[in-house]
């Protein structure tokens, strides 16, 4: 434990007596951060590089001046710990911690603030103190619904990632319920992971992965095995599952802006056909991907050869389709209506267009926006007998709904009728009530006046 009179040490001799009792958490071993724990935190797993991690600190110059508190501000601070959004000796500090442990670091300038100092707080060339109390921490949401959660093992190497069409070398270890299934080492084509049988989730993973990293990804049904579950795995349906994944090596595909146009037109049809096929087989989430990376490709290109300006356009349209019906058996509705929109704006009367953002639309219960745009499919093919179908189904559905207001709105009043008249009934008994009470003290003055006069 610190103490004020260790703050009032110089440099070298606060190195000395931090050293005889704590301990240097550094990779070189160089001195540069001594770590005493003042309190120890709870048994488990320390955090990893890349963490969402929460502190309290207090930062405190070698004289005992504190510089800077989280405490006295009465706010925590988080932040990616391992990921250069902060002091050197926090990132490592703070990855030798457990849960709930308050230490105290020793920092030399060069893991702090480093020759410069920081101006009116800190002089250069300043060894300071930090005591840090770990609260809580979590491992990196790769996606918004919190379906991918990763933590990194073993850091990698370089600038570079997977992207889109990379060829990747991956070992794998994965495990249901503590249960291993899955060890192998294994490549596949990044958005085309399922053709190995590896799950969605992993494949998502490799643009956030370096060469050489190894992580833990959290994966929840959706991005693992789903609702139908892996008979080769023995899992069952809508279970979470873990992988441990190491990224060996990995081929990055061509960007779109390293392609010509002619090549790009090329390899369009196939990733649509892939697409096309991954649909059929009920694999959505692969088959958007593919739509999507046309899209990616074309819809910024434009040529002068009206052949090709053709190409392009047909291409759009039939991955904007193709997206807004495949997010239809995903639920995902406003995806659906915005890719449909797309087509419109560039095709007003296509049918099928029409037709999805009208089923998107019921399904939303917009039923007056539905109903036009399955009356605009009939005006564009009066003979579409799905659109009547579901002409009669808006307005079947508008009427229950109009009959459920009625019936709300019924209800409500039925309910505000009768608090009105209990609230009567109420103020009828007591205006009663005071008029018999006032009634009995007025027969009492009345009897003690017949007293007296009688007296």
């Given at each position: 434990?610190?103490?004020?009179?260790?703050?009032?040490?110089?440099?070298?001799?606060?190195?000395?007596?931090?050293?005889?009792?704590?301990?240097?958490?550094?990779?070189?071993?160089?001195?540069?951060?001594?770590?005493?724990?003042?309190?120890?935190?709870?048994?488990?797993?320390?955090?990893?590089?890349?963490?969402?991690?929460?502190?309290?600190?207090?930062?405190?110059?070698?004289?005992?001046?504190?510089?800077?508190?989280?405490?006295?501000?009465?706010?925590?601070?988080?932040?990616?710990?391992?990921?250069?959004?902060?002091?050197?000796?926090?990132?490592?500090?703070?990855?030798?911690?457990?849960?709930?442990?308050?230490?105290?670091?020793?920092?030399?300038?060069?893991?702090?603030?480093?020759?410069?100092?920081?101006?009116?707080?800190?002089?250069?060339?300043?060894?300071?103190?930090?005591?840090?109390?770990?609260?809580?921490?979590?491992?990196?949401?790769?996606?918004?619904d919190g379906g991918i959660i990763r933590r990194i093992k073993v850091k990698g190497e370089g600038y570079f990632n997977p992207n889109d069409g990379a060829i990747v070398d991956v070992h794998l270890?994965?495990?249901?319920?503590?249960?291993?299934?899955?060890?192998?080492?294994?490549?596949?084509?990044?958005?085309?992971?399922?053709?190995?049988?590896?799950?969605?989730?992993?494949?998502?993973?490799?643009?956030?992965?370096?060469?050489?990293?190894?992580?833990?990804?959290?994966?929840?049904?959706?991005?693992?095995?789903?609702?139908?579950?892996?008979?080769?795995?023995k899992i069952g349906p809508d279970k979470d599952i873990v992988y441990e994944v190491t990224l060996k090596d990995f081929k990055r595909a061509k960007e779109s802006w390293e392609m010509e146009l002619?090549?790009?037109?090329?390899?369009?049809?196939?990733?649509?056909?892939?697409?096309?096929?991954?649909?059929?087989?009920?694999?959505?989430?692969?088959?958007?991907?593919?739509?999507?990376?046309?899209?990616?490709?074309?819809?910024?290109?434009?040529?002068?050869?009206?052949?090709?300006?053709?190409?392009?356009?047909?291409?759009?349209?039939?991955?904007?389709?193709?997206?807004?019906?495949?997010?239809?058996?995903?639920?995902?509705?406003?995806?659906?209506?915005?890719?449909?929109?797309?087509?419109?704006?560039?095709?007003?009367?296509?049918?099928?267009?029409?037709?999805?953002?009208?089923?998107?639309?019921?399904?939303?219960?917009?039923?007056?926006?539905?109903?036009?745009?399955?009356?605009?499919?009939?005006?564009?093919?009066?003979?579409?007998?799905?659109?009547?179908?579901?002409?009669?189904?808006?307005?079947?559905?508008?009427?229950?709904?109009?009959?459920?207001?009625?019936?709300?709105?019924?209800?409500?009043?039925?309910?505000?009728?009768?608090?009105?008249?209990?609230?009567?009934?109420?103020?009828?008994?007591?205006?009663?009530?005071?008029?018999?009470?006032?009634?009995?003290?007025?027969?009492?003055?009345?009897?003690?006046?017949?007293?007296?006069?009688?007296?």
């Amino acid at each position: 434990m610190t103490t004020d009179q260790e703050f009032c040490l110089d440099g070298p001799s606060a190195a000395a007596a931090f050293a005889a009792k704590g301990t240097d958490v550094t990779v070189k071993k160089d001195q540069g951060i001594i770590k005493v724990v003042k309190h120890q935190g709870m048994d488990g797993e320390l955090p990893m590089i890349g963490d969402r991690v929460t502190i309290h600190y207090t930062g405190r110059l070698l004289n005992g001046e504190i510089f800077d508190s989280s405490r006295e501000r009465k706010e925590s601070f988080s932040f990616n710990v391992g990921r250069g959004q902060v002091l050197k000796a926090w990132d490592i500090g703070v990855l030798s911690m457990r849960r709930g442990e308050v230490c105290t670091l020793l920092c030399k300038p060069e893991y702090a603030y480093g020759a410069a100092g920081n101006p009116k707080k800190i002089p250069p060339n300043s060894t300071v103190l930090f005591e840090i109390e770990l609260l809580k921490f979590k491992g990196q949401n790769l996606t918004h619904d919190g379906g991918i959660i990763r933590r990194i093992k073993v850091k990698g190497e370089g600038y570079f990632n997977p992207n889109d069409g990379a060829i990747v070398d991956v070992h794998l270890e994965g495990s249901c319920d503590g249960r291993l299934f899955d060890i192998r080492d294994v490549s596949f084509v990044v958005t085309e992971s399922e053709d190995k049988g590896v799950p969605l989730g992993v494949d998502r993973a490799m643009e956030k992965m370096q060469k050489g990293e190894s992580c833990i990804l959290y994966l929840t049904p959706k991005y693992g095995f789903g609702s139908k579950g892996n008979q080769t795995f023995k899992i069952g349906p809508d279970k979470d599952i873990v992988y441990e994944v190491t990224l060996k090596d990995f081929k990055r595909a061509k960007e779109s802006w390293e392609m010509e146009l002619h090549e790009k037109l090329g390899q369009t049809l196939e990733i649509k056909l892939k697409g096309n096929q991954y649909y059929k087989l009920g694999n959505h989430n692969y088959a958007i991907m593919q739509y999507q990376r046309i899209i990616s490709w074309l819809e910024m290109e434009f040529s002068n050869d009206l052949e090709q300006q053709k190409q392009i356009n047909d291409f759009l349209l039939s991955a904007h389709l193709n997206l807004a019906l495949c997010f239809l058996r995903t639920q995902d509705l406003s995806h659906v209506v915005e890719n449909c929109n797309k087509v419109i704006a560039i095709d007003s009367c296509n049918e099928k267009a029409l037709y999805r953002r009208g089923e998107a639309r019921l399904l939303r219960n917009e039923f007056h926006l539905a109903m036009v745009d399955f009356k605009s499919v009939l005006q564009v093919n009066p003979l579409n007998q799905a659109a009547k179908t579901q002409i009669v189904k808006c307005q079947k559905k508008m009427k229950e709904h109009h009959e459920l207001d009625k019936k709300t709105y019924a209800d409500m009043f039925q309910k505000l009728a009768e608090k009105d008249a209990k609230g009567g009934r109420t103020k009828r008994k007591r205006d009663e009530s005071m008029k018999s009470s006032m009634n009995g003290e007025l027969d009492f003055k009345r009897r003690r006046s017949q007293d007296r006069s009688h007296q």
